[in-house]
């Protein structure tokens, strides 16, 4: 299993910018293939907001489209999402999720972090 933590977020206000982290740690995986950041909002499903692969392949939901930014560091491990022109709809816990292969090669697992807070507030 891989240890997945988020860090970044906090209390800002609408118009400005937060980098998130998603750190992965443990030697237990072959390849990350895919990173997926989530954010939940109180009293509203998660939602998938966007995505990079380990070739570099991102996508983004189309809410976030045009503002959000994924980006990875194979060096550290490490996927970052940053955040431009917050709004107050951008208040969630945003937490990300890698899917990864072990050592095999043949089985794929996931491993998710606890979350960071985002909240945009004036």
């Known amino acids: 299993q891989v240890q997945v933590v988020e860090s970044g977020g906090g209390l800002v206000q609408p118009g400005e910018s937060l980098r998130l982290s998603c750190a992965a740690s443990?030697?237990?995986?072959?390849?990350?293939?895919?990173t997926f950041w989530y954010r939940q909002a109180p009293q509203k499903s998660r939602e998938w907001i966007a995505s990079?692969?380990?070739?570099?392949?991102?996508n983004y939901a189309d809410s976030v489209k045009g503002r959000f930014t994924i980006s990875r560091d194979n060096a550290k491990n490490t996927v970052y999402l940053q955040i431009d022109g917050l709004k107050p709809e951008d208040t969630a816990l945003y937490s990300c999720?890698?899917?990864?292969?072990?050592?095999?090669?043949?089985?794929?697992?996931?491993?998710w972090g606890r979350g960071t807070q985002v909240t945009v507030s004036s």
């Open positions: 443990g030697a237990f995986f072959y390849t990350i293939e895919t």
């Open positions: 990079i692969t380990s070739s570099d392949s991102a």
């Open positions: 999720r890698i899917h990864y292969l072990g050592f095999d090669r043949t089985k794929s697992y996931d491993s």
